[in-house]
């Protein structure tokens, strides 16, 4: 490993892409600490309105700039909620269905639309959130409140998201790994140092013990490793393709594999389930109805029916997203098309019918190691550390997932820099 990662600064057009994507993380982090005009931030960092529930969730993807209303508090978030509507639209709609099946161009074109309706989205996600800071607690966290502070601070915040947008974008061309999964990861990795300062606060105040602190991290690693595991796990399915003679050349013949990976949809499947519990508690802040504040107290996160309804949701939102991404019926066609059979079952419905058993069982799976990793951080966080400690399910599994993409990446970029090296030497 150490040999590798010494490689990676040897190669000029590595190091420069390295060097790109960090100067892009420092850009991040100094937009997190620029406030948006009109707020007091002293009296927000003094507040916990943005740790937990939602709000809490969007400030650890935001990188902490929510808890201080940055330029950069709406992070990536609007743009993550247009790519999951239009993963959707993708079913519901034939043209978009159309534009899927058209390979890397028409993917193009999805991801073009769902930047676009970014826009929107993240402003109507300022305003609802302006609104509610002005509001709250009398005005306390606002300079001025009215037009006078919405207007300035709804253009900042969508403007600091399509900022935001705009960095993926060229860490994707120009440095290494995906952009957006990279700023995500920064939000997320930059939240590290104050959660350990609180966990080390309670340790000195004598509420947490070393060895609980040991255990914890031990159960820590073990998560990780766990998730690690599950996301290179996949089931492969034979293919076989049949000979095919066309003038004096010989296609098919080989034999390859379709992989069904267990760890597909996991981070989308918590984030379905999060958005939809934490709704009622949501619209409770904004909007003061005695049955929305009633339900919000059944589902408040520590509660027994909210680990409950919490795993149930990620389990059923596995199942369905998969159904919406993955069509073994069109998949078997495919195959089909092409002189494609699974050894041992004749092509179409047959086929069909033993895809969607495999995919059924591998799903079932990883809905229920998901229900795990997505509800076990929150018992050991509220049970050992007193929720000074507030990583998620889904924290883990995008920090996880882009650490694992990256590091194949650089891999990648290694082995074909030594390819070309061998070539040379050959010649």
């Known amino acids: 490993m150490l040999e590798k990662f010494q490689n990676i600064f040897k190669i000029p057009e590595l190091r420069r892409r390295i060097l790109f994507t960090l100067a892009m993380f420092l850009v991040f982090r100094l937009g ?12 927000l960092l003094r507040s916990t309105i943005f740790q937990t529930g939602a709000f809490g969730l969007m400030n650890i993807f935001a990188g902490g700039a929510l808890r201080r209303m940055s330029i950069f508090a709406l992070g990536i978030m609007p743009y993550i909620s247009a790519s999951i509507i239009m993963q959707l639209l993708t079913v519901a709609i034939p043209r978009l269905e159309e534009l899927s099946k058209q390979g890397e161009e028409g993917r193009q074109k999805i991801t073009q639309i769902a930047r676009y309706f970014a826009l929107p989205i993240a402003a109507i996600q300022g305003m609802g959130l302006c609104y509610w800071v002005q509001s709250i607690n009398n005005g306390a966290f606002v300079i001025t409140r009215g037009v006078g502070f919405m207007l300035p601070a709804v253009v900042t915040l969508t403007t600091g998201t399509m900022f935001i947008m705009w960095l993926g974008e060229k860490i994707t061309e ?3 790994g995906n952009g957006i999964s990279l700023i995500i990861f920064a939000g997320i990795v930059a939240q590290i140092r104050p959660m350990t300062g609180n966990v080390l606060n309670i340790l000195r105040t004598g509420q947490l013990t070393p060895f609980v602190l040991f255990l914890f991290g031990i159960i820590a690693i073990m998560i990780t490793a766990a998730v690690v595991l599950v996301y290179e796990a996949e089931r492969r399915i034979p293919i076989r393709y049949a000979r095919r003679i066309v003038g004096r050349k010989v296609y098919g013949g080989q034999t390859t594999y379709l992989p069904i990976r267990i ?3 996991g981070v989308i499947a918590i984030i379905f389930a999060i958005s939809v519990l934490l709704l009622p ?3 409770a802040r904004f909007v003061p109805s005695p049955i929305f504040q009633t339900i919000a107290e059944w589902l408040n996160p520590g509660a027994l029916l909210y680990y409950v309804l919490y795993a149930l949701a990620v389990i059923f ?9 993955f069509n073994p019926v069109e998949v078997a066609d495919n195959m089909r098309k092409y002189g494609g059979f699974i050894p041992g079952l004749r092509p179409g419905k047959p086929t069909a019918n033993y895809i969607t058993g495999v995919l059924t069982r591998v ?5 229920l190691f998901f229900a795990f990793i997505a509800v076990a951080p929150l018992i050991i966080n509220q049970n050992l550390l007193f929720n000074s400690f507030p990583f998620g399910g889904t924290s883990i599994l995008i920090a996880v997932g882009v650490a694992l993409d990256t590091v194949q990446q650089l891999e990648s970029h290694l082995l074909m820099r030594h390819y070309k090296g061998f070539m040379r030497g050959r010649g």
Do not use: D
């Open 32 to 43: 997190s600490f620029i406030p948006v005009p009109g707020v007091n931030v002293e009296a």
């Open 174 to 176: 120009r440095g290494i």
């Open 263 to 265: 760890g597909g949809v």
């Open 281 to 283: 508690s949501t619209l």
């Open 317 to 325: 939102f596995t199942f369905f997203y998969t159904a919406v991404v």
């Open 363 to 367: 799903t079932s799976v990883g809905a």
